[in-house]
Nanobody, 125 residues
Framework: QVQLAESGGKLVQAGDSLTVACAIS???????MGWFRQAPEKGYREFVA?????????YYLDSLKGRFTISRNNAGNTLYLQMKNLKPDDTAVYYC??????????????????WGQGTQVTVSS
């Protein structure tokens, strides 16, 4: 089983940039890693971005393209989400997750099997 641990969330101001990270450990095959977020008023986790562990192709929620960037380190044990020009609507708990599906279909919560505990990002106006 793969263990995931997010870090880096904090309180920032609108317009700031922030990068959150996900440490990956344990035994298990990875095809795709993704980031999701859950805002306080929403009862579901919203897809943010995904990256293929096979070819590094990336996928984003359309409304976040250009502001958010998903990436990984060369060792393949850390996943990142770089966020720019943050807005109050970006306030949420951010989760990383592992999917056994190929990246271009792993765009919903149901395609992911392992989850971290989440890291809180709060954007003040």
């Amino acid at each position: 089983q793969v263990q995931l641990a997010e870090s880096g969330g904090k309180l920032v101001q609108a317009g700031d940039s922030l990068t959150v990270a996900c440490a990956i450990s344990g035994i298990g095959s990875i095809l795709t890693m993704g980031w999701f977020r859950q805002a306080p008023e929403k009862g579901y986790r919203e897809f943010v971005a995904a990256i293929s562990w096979v070819d590094d192709s990336t996928y984003y929620l359309d409304s976040l393209k250009g502001r958010f960037t998903i990436s990984r380190n060369n060792a393949g044990n850390t996943l990142y989400l770089q966020m720019k020009n943050l807005k109050p609507d970006d306030t949420a708990v951010y989760y990383c997750a592992r999917s056994p599906f190929i990246a271009h279909v792993a765009l919903t919560q149901g395609h992911y099997v392992d989850w971290g505990q989440g890291t809180q990002v709060t954007v003040s106006s």
